[in-house]
């Protein structure tokens, strides 16, 4: 099973509202990401985790939290959201963040984020 | 600083032929690994291809080939015999080992493939 997936497929939320972005992965994959894609650009890392444990924050405003409850599972909550926040959130994932870079991310599907 | 360039915004190829995607980087690393990833309309980052920066041959999986230039650094994807379903966005990518192994990735490339 190389499979990532993600949901809600799509979400619609207003600037107030309190919502949460599910990752899921039965690879055994220790290193896990969410990226930021903006219409026609590339992906941008907010954060990796590794081990279970925040290995990396992109200077990511606050009201993005992210949390890695067991090693299967990436959450995304969301909270006071801007409208330039939409986007699709892509999470991925990797054997782990050590050897020679070599280990490929495996990507989920997405989730369209649109902040009204 | 590390940086990933594409130059081509978009790209078309008739069908049945090859296509040249161009990816030039830059790094003070010795040790990094380069990666293409297709984006088809539906989202989802498909991996294509790995090159190391010790790997002294250029890697191949399928249709697709990676031309590694080491001294240019460059990294150009070869797509040969192109189909319909090639149609996508393509992005390289570097992993570095500084910076806890993060993944730039360059602006893209749109193919076209045209029947």
């Known amino acids: 099973d190389t499979e990532v997936t993600q949901t809600p497929k799509h979400l619609v939320m207003g600037m107030t509202n309190k919502k949460s972005l599910k990752c899921e992965q039965h690879?055994?994959?220790?290193?896990m990401y969410w990226y930021k894609q903006k219409a026609k650009k590339p992906p941008e890392l907010m954060f990796v985790?590794?081990?279970?444990?925040?290995?990396i924050n992109e200077s990511v405003p606050s009201r993005f939290s992210p949390e890695c409850p067991n090693s299967s599972l990436l959450n995304l909550h969301l909270h006071a959201l801007q409208p330039e926040d939409s986007a699709l959130y892509l999470c991925a994932s990797s054997q782990d963040l050590s050897g020679l870079a070599s280990y490929e991310q495996y990507f989920g599907p997405g989730t369209r984020l649109t902040v009204t | 600083a590390q940086k990933i360039t594409q130059t081509q915004p978009g790209m078309f190829v008739q069908e049945k032929e090859a296509v040249t995607l161009d990816c030039t980087y830059d790094?003070?690393?010795?040790?990094?690994?380069l990666f293409w990833y297709k984006q088809p309309s539906s989202g989802e980052m498909i991996f294509l291809i790995y090159?190391?920066?010790?790997?002294?041959q250029n890697a191949t999986e399928g249709r697709y080939s990676l031309n590694f230039q080491k001294a240019r650094k460059s990294a150009n994807l070869v797509i040969s015999a192109s189909q319909l379903g090639d149609s996508a966005m393509y992005f390289c990518a570097m992993r570095f080992d500084t910076g806890g192994f993060k993944t730039i990735f360059g602006a893209g490339t749109r193919l076209f493939v045209k029947a």
């Open positions: 090159q190391g920066s010790y790997d002294e």
């Open positions: 690879m055994g994959h220790r290193a």
């Open positions: 985790y590794s081990y279970e444990k925040l290995s």
């Open positions: 790094t003070s690393d010795q040790s990094y690994g």
